[in-house]
């Protein structure tokens, strides 16, 4: 996993763009998240520009991101503690339509003054790879009790 310091700018924009967009439809965390979400868009856009790629912000339903003509959905999670390798990535089953190519996951720190790009994974692999957990399950991998229907990979099994 690659650390990164989550910038001012990166901040302030992640905010701006949150207070955009309101409210999605089937947030878990009734928006609360929305800044977190583009916190993870931030850093996905940082990293996959130092690669090399061309980078578009797109914010669709269906994908955040155009990284040399690839469309990558960025899922980003809140943390109190740097993610281990055994963390589970989570995609939330009603997701699952997604028109994207790639699912991009990062983690954020609950002070929002750090962040991890935990890696990426091709969509059409995903859900061949991935663990379907239902809402109040016991994730054995973490012992993390899943907050709705979804399908979990490691962070492990994703390309950095």
Do not use: H
């Not at 190519?101 to 890696?119: E, I, L, T």
């Not at 059409?124 to 379907?132: C, I, N, Q, T």
């Not at 239902?134 to 962070?155: E, M, R, S, T």
């Amino acid at each position: 996993m690659l650390e990164m310091l989550i910038t001012e700018k990166m901040l302030a924009n992640a905010k701006k763009l949150a207070s955009e967009m309101g409210q999605l439809n089937n947030s878990i965390t009734k928006g609360e998240g929305n800044i977190v979400g583009f916190l993870g868009e931030e850093i996905a856009l940082v990293v996959l520009s130092n690669r090399g790629n061309k980078c578009q912000r797109r914010n669709t339903y269906d994908y955040d991101i155009i990284a040399n003509s690839k469309k990558v959905d960025v899922k980003t999670k809140l943390t109190s503690v740097p993610p281990k390798e055994y963390y589970s990535c989570s995609v939330a089953s009603f997701n699952t339509k997604q028109k994207c190519d790639y699912y991009a996951f990062v983690r954020v720190s609950k002070n929002m003054d750090k962040a991890w790009w935990c890696g990426l994974y091709k969509k059409e692999d995903y859900y061949k790879d991935a663990v379907f957990m239902k809402k109040g399950q016991l994730d054995p991998d973490n012992n993390f009790i899943v907050k709705a229907d979804c399908y979990n990979l490691p962070i492990s099994r994703l390309k950095r």
